[in-house]
């Protein structure tokens, strides 16, 4: 299924009480999509027999705390990445 977002929700003023109605974004295979990861996103379910992957990238300057998404602090890579340099 297409990502879903809610609009606004990046921003400081808004309220999660509130409205949390999510808008669905559909698009065409190979199409890039960018956005403030900071606003409230989901992939919904794959209702298909056809796999679907999808690139996630993410940057941030250096002093922002990401307080809704858990960070590890273990590399994915295990500890023969870190040995090896």
């Known amino acids: ?5 809610v609009l606004g ?7 999660a009480e509130g409205d949390v109605s999510a808008m669905s974004l559909t698009c065409e295979a190979g199409t890039a999509i960018v956005f403030d990861y900071r ?13 679907r992957p999808c690139l996630y990238y993410t940057y941030a300057k ?13 590399s994915i890579l295990g500890e023969s990445a870190s040995s090896a340099s």
């Open 1 to 5: 299924g297409p990502t879903q977002f």
């Open 9 to 15: 929700s990046h921003m400081q003023s808004f309220d």
């Open 39 to 51: 606003i409230l996103h989901r992939g919904t379910a794959n209702r298909t027999d056809v796999d």
């Open 62 to 74: 250096p002093w922002f705390q990401d307080h809704k998404n858990l960070r590890s602090v273990n």
